[in-house]
């Protein structure tokens, strides 16, 4: 019963519980006021040398390095003064690099990249350009950041109290049906209370599993889903609002054709013909969940040591050209075909976890990231969060940039982690089973059902910026799942990366299926090339050219017309690896 509530939590909130050791807090804890400082003197003293980009980039490298450790150490479960000094030094980090993007000087240095001979340079160029055109006015990036973090406090708050009603249960929600859903207490009120109840989402999930009643859970299901609404109402609105200003500005009748016009997917026919396409019905109604898990068997894996799993991925990288050394037991440095990648820090932990702490930079820095595993992985799921762990802390120590832009943002945005997922799919099949789940097993539903909620999100993120004074039809929701949500005015309240991530949310789900379609495409080239095309990439190039030689022209319809029954299904698969130059 502990393991499916656990899961079911994780479904319906969508998050991890994050447990942490009280000597790691408290190292965390007394390492900020340092850092804090440094940030801010530097912050403030930042002036930017326009020069030369190898001048400009030795300047910025250390903003983004600080950037970078306010974000590791934001990773912790800290007090809340300490978050409020991190989040402080973050905004001066912010003001300093908006100073460089906004200063005239920068124009000149973008125009010699521009000139350049190096593929690289040109690429650089590009980023800054994609920065510069994206860039709010201060008063309005202030607006849009307001309203999306208040968006996310109402989401995680656990202020908000349900009214069960008749469909309380006796003994298990005494904490959470005594106020009604729009009664909530301030932040201060609640940081005092000692004896404050158990997060609204851990009784849900209790709820769901324990209420008989179908329409019960179906009432509180709903509940749940739409408990912020009224406190964020406004500021969906705003957000909404200023994204369509910036579209129009920009040229365009929507925030989604402008964001789309510059990523892989290329227009909102394109996203509607993939979701449509990788869109199956999952015959289970969302409030059912819970009760259908508990009914399902497990997927049975053999339990593996943390080091024994290291191992096991050591060889696996050692094909495509990534050595180790151990300073210690807990201390690697990597090397790819003689070239120091930077650090692995490897601490035992209660979730699989990545922390970046340092990125790669090729002459500039070593990168060092933070791999945190459990001491013994017993399930599937922990087999495929420590791989996707690896895979990620792999990834940024491999970037072949010699800019840390290059590293740190990818241009489309919706290609950003196809190298990443393509990876782990190869470390997943040093594997038994290859890390799938076992048909009709309690993680093959888990997994459905969050594709599912994924893609039910990506719809509605889709017609809320695309139409925005239209209600999206009860028929989206029931052509994903069983039963009926008929409150569609609901919909858009129930999730944080509608204001967040916006348009882009169906990333998740495209970089995934893009990475499995190159990966069972291109069975006959050697991984080391897919590694240095997909991940190194020193060049700095395109992917779009990687997937013209693999698909060619119009590669992304290609690819869309190859779903069927929600999952690629390659029309043909080459004899030879389309990635190489000259072909048969």
């Known amino acids: 019963m502990q393991k499916i509530l656990m899961l079911l939590l994780k479904l319906i909130c969508g998050c991890t519980l994050v447990l942490l050791t009280l000597p790691a807090r408290a190292t965390a804890a007394a390492a900020v006021p340092l850092l804090v400082n440094q940030c801010l003197n530097y912050s403030t003293d930042f002036h930017p040398d326009f020069s030369s980009i190898i001048t400009l980039e030795r300047q910025t490298i250390g903003l983004q390095n600080i950037n970078d450790q306010v974000n590791y150490y934001r990773s912790f479960v800290l007090p809340e003064a300490a978050q409020e000094a991190l989040l402080q030094c973050q905004l001066a980090v912010a003001d300093a690099v908006n100073r460089v993007l906004i200063s005239p000087q920068l124009r000149p240095i973008l125009d010699d990249l521009q000139r350049s001979n190096e593929l690289s340079h040109h690429r650089l160029a590009a980023k800054f350009q994609y920065l510069l055109a994206h860039q709010l006015p201060l008063s309005e990036k202030a607006k849009l950041s307001t309203a999306q973090a208040s968006i996310r406090q109402h989401l995680k708050s656990n202020n908000f109290q349900l009214d069960w009603g008749s469909c309380a249960l006796a003994v298990t929600t005494p904490t959470v049906q005594k106020k009604s859903l729009s009664d909530h207490r301030d932040d201060t009120t609640e940081a005092k209370d000692a004896a404050a109840p158990e997060p609204l989402v851990r009784n849900i999930a209790t709820y769901m599993l324990q209420q008989s009643d179908e329409d019960c859970r179906k009432l509180v299901w709903r509940k ?302 050697a991984p080391e090339k897919l590694f240095e095309v997909l991940i190194v990439n020193e060049n700095g190039a395109d992917i779009r050219q990687t997937l013209f030689d693999i698909w060619g022209p119009d590669a992304v319809t290609r690819l869309i017309a190859q779903i069927q029954q929600g999952q690629f299904h390659p029309d043909h698969l080459p004899q030879w690896c389309p990635l190489d130059k000259f072909t048969p």
């Open 224 to 525: 749940y889903q739409a408990r912020a609404k009224s406190s964020n109402q406004t500021m969906l609105t705003t957000v909404q609002q200023l994204r369509l200003q910036q579209a129009q500005n920009a040229g365009y009748n929507s925030y989604v054709d402008y964001l789309l016009a510059e990523q892989l997917m290329g227009s909102a026919d394109n996203l509607s013909n993939f979701l449509n396409a990788f869109s199956q019905r999952l015959d289970i109604a969302p409030w059912n969940i819970g009760k259908e898990l508990t009914d399902l068997k497990i997927t049975k894996i053999n339990k593996i040591s943390a080091d024994d799993f290291m191992q096991t991925v050591s060889q696996r990288l050692a094909n495509i050209g990534i050595t180790h050394e151990n300073i210690d037991k807990r201390w690697m440095r990597l090397w790819y075909r003689g070239r120091l990648l930077g650090e692995l820090l490897i601490a035992t932990a209660p979730k699989n976890r990545h922390i970046l702490i340092r990125r790669s930079v090729i002459g500039q820095q070593a990168g060092q990231s933070q791999l945190e595993l459990k001491a013994e992985l017993k399930t599937l799921r922990d087999y495929q969060t420590a791989v996707s762990a690896l895979s990620e802390a792999l990834t940024q120590l491999a970037a072949g940039g010699r800019f840390y832009l290059d590293n740190g943002f990818t241009l489309p945005q919706d290609a950003g982690r196809i190298g990443e997922l393509w990876l782990e799919d190869y470390l997943s099949q040093g594997f038994s089973q290859q890390l799938r789940p076992s048909p009709d097993s309690r993680e093959q539903l888990a997994e459905s059902y969050r594709q599912h909620m994924a893609l039910f999100h990506a719809y509605v993120a889709l017609e809320f910026y695309q139409t925005p004074n239209k209600q999206p039809s009860t028929s989206l929701f029931s052509h994903l799942f069983a039963g009926q949500w008929p409150e569609v005015h609901d919909y858009a309240y129930s999730f944080a990366d509608i204001a967040d991530t916006g348009p882009l949310i169906y990333e998740s789900l495209w970089q995934q299926f893009v990475a499995d379609a190159i990966y069972q495409t291109t069975a006959n080239c």
